[in-house]
């Protein structure tokens, strides 16, 4: 069972850039799809962007050209990496293991995320 462990949140202002990362225990993170959600405040949890174990990324319309999701398969890492960010974009960020790469599903336990707040 894979575990995962969110960080890189914080407040910032409008416009300005976060990364995040997603550490993910397990032998087996290189052949995983893996994807970041978030959950703003009464709002069904959505996923953002997805990377598949080769590299493709896929991306939900609203952050497209803003934010890039990457992988560090030395580091069992996944990053977010969230440029020009908007208030809208305020949320608990998570990452997971998706299904398979064209799935929004995701397959283990959820990590505690990490709270993004875009805010001036």
């Known amino acids: 069972q894979v575990q995962l462990v969110e960080s890189g949140g914080g407040l910032v202002q409008p416009g300005g850039s976060l990364r995040l990362s997603c550490a993910a225990s397990?032998?087996?993170?290189?052949?995983?799809?893996m994807g970041w959600y978030r959950q703003a405040p009464g709002k069904q949890r959505e996923l953002v962007a997805g990377?598949?174990?080769?590299?493709?990324?896929r991306y939900v319309d609203s952050v497209k050209g803003r934010f890039t999701i990457s992988r560090d398969y030395a580091k069992n890492t996944v990053y977010l990496q969230m440029n020009s960010l908007k208030p809208e974009d305020t949320a608990v960020y998570y990452c997971?293991?998706?299904?398979?790469?064209?799935?929004?599903?995701?397959?283990?336990?959820w990590g505690q995320g990490t709270q993004v707040t875009v805010s001036s």
């Open positions: 997971n293991r998706l299904k398979n790469y064209d799935s929004d599903i995701p397959v283990v336990s």
């Open positions: 397990g032998r087996f993170f290189s052949i995983y799809d």
């Open positions: 990377i598949s174990n080769i590299g493709s990324t």
